[in-house]
């Protein structure tokens, strides 16, 4: 950040584009909290307000059978005749809305009171009202249209708690008793309310918590719904298009939270197919277990838009003020940093190495532009010192690169002579170990060879039977010479030095060829050629060359060990400036180690012990350096070694 304009547009704008869209994420999240406390806080009202209904309608039940067992027509209907009793109680059950109304006599009522709690309270001296759940055949008992009525088959329901069931049976009922003693009789009379499918109680419930001449309230979308458990009995929850969601189960979830552990549910919660901003409340029975909840929640989705409305609107407006005071800030600040610019540009042409470069006429006449007038003068005076010190440096670089040139030239002589240094002192050292040995091995071996030419003449014809034997010694003599020949050869090459002349290599090749053919045709080896015709001549011994040669495509059919192929190539080549021909000599073999590449050349080193002297490379390297040539190896990517024998081009071919 090397702009002065840069730095301070973003002190200048940091707090506008930086800060204040930090202080509206905040304010607007803590809206959107505090938006979301207040939907919580709506539907624990509301829930409350369905609780009370639900307490209402209990009391209200109780209250009614309560009154009705202490009116004057009920003591006269208990003074009549008992089908008169069944007509009164049937005609007071519709009249109080209730859907069963009885009277238990004292003995079966002690019976009943060991089932149920309201029962059991009603024949101490008084009334009670709760909540109880009967199963299908206890609802049957009363009423089989009630038990027709409370069935319900179980829908499967997403996130629900998996299940066996496949209907529900059982009736959630308002149960309330009340004693007869005040009516003169012994006994208790029993009447209730069926709430499943009780689509008036719930539809009651969501008119007084969701329908208002409040225009706000309008715009929830409210349900309520009853549960069994978590199976819903009686709800306005649309299942689909004026299909009530009867028989779906609430998510595990919330049935964890509510049923299982005993707790209110104030958040939103996934119903049926949809998000609501959710309340849901336990109910217990009159044995104090929980068996059901109670719900009332609204369709969160309009209140999330319009969340989303009032970000978008808040941010809109935010990069509405960003768009109009940005340019405002450019604006300004061009006119105080444009000299500055054209400065700051002028030193970038200069430092490219247009030293003419110059800012001109600034309109400025404040600090600005004094200071934009003394720069000029001074790229006038680096100017015209840099001219001078360009002279200077010329001639300074001439004498340096003379001197470099001088000192690469001696470097370069005394790396070569320190290399045959080195080279001198290992083959003084060799040649002085092998010339011993080769001194040590020729007295007996003469001595052996005399000997055995002694044996011949004196036995003669007698010599006959022993000829293998003295030809065998022979050959392990002559063995025993080549072998002196190559260390001697090695050591003393100045000693070796035969004439050189115009060659080639092609020609000597096509010799070699012979020479080796019985090794070549015994192993089964393929031969592929390739002469380029403009490989020139070189200056060597044929007999060298040809020693190197064979040398190569022996080495090259032994490491195959059988069957393969023996590529041999010609070509022209340049190496350092100077033209040449280059043989290469490639086998389909095993290849060499790369930890031994370096070291094949090395006197002495072999890959066949007991067969070889590890002299052939060493004495092959040897001669073609004698000759001014290089032989290098490398391993193919296909696969086996590739020796290279380079010899530069005979100066003397016209």
Sequence with gaps: MTSVRLRLLILALLPLVVLLPLLLWLAVGRWAA???????????????????????????????????????????????ADANMVRFLDTERRSLGLDF????????????????????????????????????????????????????PL???????????????????????????????????????LLNRNLDFIDTINALVYQS?????????????????????????????????????VSAVVRNRVLDEGRTWLDRAFVVNDWYISGYLPLTDSFSRRVGMLYVGFLEAPFVAEKRSAFILVFSAFVGVLLLTIPLFLRMAGGIFSPLE???????RV?????????GAVSSRDEIGQVAAHLDELLDQVQERDRALRSWADELNTRVEDRTAELREANEKLETTYQQLVMSEKLASIGEITAGVAHEINNPVAVIQGNIDVIRETLADDATPLMT??????RQIARINAIVGKLLQFARPSEFNAFSEHVEVAAVLDDCLVLVDHVISRRNVTVTTHRAEDAPPVRINPGELQQVIINLVVNAVQAMDGPGELSLSIRAERRDGQSGTALVVADTGPGIANERLNTVFDPFYTTKPGEGTGLGLSVSQTLIRQSGGLISVRNRDTGGAEFTVWLPQDQDDP
């Design 101 to 152: 109304l009885y009277y238990l006599p004292e003995p079966p009522a002690r019976a009943a009171a060991e089932t149920w709690p309201v029962i059991a309270a009603a024949l101490k001296g008084g009334s009670a009202t709760d909540i109880d759940i009967l199963s299908g055949d206890q609802l049957a008992a009363i009423d089989p249209g009630l038990a027709m009525r409370a069935r319900l």
């Design 213 to 249: 001449d409040d225009a706000a309230d309008v715009e929830r979308q409210g349900t309520a719904t009853l549960f069994l458990e978590d199976v819903r009995v009686s709800t306005n929850v649309r299942l689909f298009e004026g299909e009530r969601a009867l028989g779906t189960r």
């Design 34 to 80: 505090n938006y979301d406390n207040l939907l919580i806080t709506n539907v624990e009202s509301d829930l409350r307000i369905a609780e009370q209904y639900l307490d209402q309608i209990l009391a209200t039940t109780g209250g009614d059978v309560a009154a009705l067992a202490r009116s004057t027509r009920f003591r006269e209907a208990m003074a009549g």
């Design 155 to 193: 829908i499967p329901t997403e996130a629900a708690v998996p299940t066996e069931r496949v209907v529900e049976d059982r009736g959630m009922i308002v149960h309330t008793a009340t004693d007869l003693g005040a009516a003169g009789g012994a006994g208790v009379l029993v009447g209730g309310i």
């Design 342 to 348: 054209r400065m700051n540009q002028t030193m970038k």
């Design 351 to 359: 430092e490219g190495g247009q030293l003419d470069a110059r800012i």
């Design 469 to 474: 034997e003295l030809n065998l010694i022979d």
